[in-house]
T-cell receptor, first 117, second 113 residues
Framework: KAGVTQTPRYLIKTRGQQVTLSCSPI?????VSWYQQTPGQGLQFLFE???????NKGNFPGRFSGRQFSNSRSEMNVSTLELGDSALYLC????????????????FGPGTRLTVL | GDSVTQMEGPVTLSEEAFLTINCTYT??????LFWYVQYPGEGLQLLLK?????DKGSNKGFEATYRKETTSFHLEKGSVQVSDSAVYFC????????????FGKGTLLTVNP
């Protein structure tokens, strides 16, 4: 069974540009979450999608956005890139919708390493 | 809000030494608790989990017990190996809605032969 895949693996952009990152979840997984990992701030939650709807959002500016398609694949977009957006962006997928009393393991992809110059 | 605090290290041990990485969490809601491991150049892998108080999670010789009274979830291993060298993250979910994880800063573990 294929794991979570993220493309591209590495990306170099310049300030002011925009970027789109892609995530393909494990087959059958309907929830996709995104995280930003930096040396200074560690791992921070960006947002989570389920059935093409954003259910939860972290404390990031509006320049960070995402979407999910009907096949559960997800993309995140960062507009007007800043130097501080340089990070490893991790995508995670889980099987079901969650909710009180349930637990769904999140499976992480290898990440996209974004460098902003 | 939700937060997780873990010892940041780095931690350097000799092979077969005993490992403890401390982790505490904010006592909001009824979270599940996790330890993830990240090897160089890779994403996160779930190492173990505990979903309620007094549960003990275990995997590959690692253990952690969900202690509600001390809001702790310390990671332990009796005898580390060189292959255990990695970054370890403690995390909690949001409680009722578990699709948002809050992570500690991570602890770099290096095991020398």
């Amino acid at each position: 069974k294929a794991g979570v895949t993220q493309t591209p693996r590495y990306l170099i952009k310049t300030r002011g540009q925009q970027v789109t990152l892609s995530c393909s979840p494990i087959s059958g997984h309907r929830s996709v979450s995104w995280y930003q990992q930096t040396p200074g701030q560690g791992l921070q939650f960006l947002f989570e999608y389920f059935s093409e709807t954003q259910r939860n959002k972290g404390n990031f500016p509006g320049r960070f956005s995402g979407r999910q398609f009907s096949n559960s694949r997800s993309e995140m977009n960062v507009s007007t890139l800043e130097l501080g957006d340089s990070a490893l962006y991790l995508c995670a997928s889980s099987r079901v919708s969650g909710g009180a009393g349930s637990y769904n393991e999140q499976f992480f992809g290898p990440g996209t390493r974004l460098t902003v110059l | 809000g939700d937060s997780v605090t873990q010892m940041e290290g780095p931690v350097t041990l000799s092979e077969e030494a005993f490992l403890t990485i401390n982790c505490t969490y904010t006592a909001t809601g009824y979270p599940s608790l996790f330890w993830y491991v990240q090897y160089p150049g890779e994403g996160l892998q779930l190492l173990l989990k505990a979903t309620k108080a007094d549960d003990k999670g275990s995997n590959k010789g690692f253990e952690a017990t969900y202690r509600k009274e001390t809001t702790s979830f310390h990671l332990e291993k009796g005898s580390v190996q060189v292959s255990d060298s990695a970054v370890y993250f403690c995390a909690r979910d949001s409680g009722g809605s578990n699709y948002k994880l809050t992570f500690g800063k991570g602890t770099l573990l290096t095991v020398n032969p």
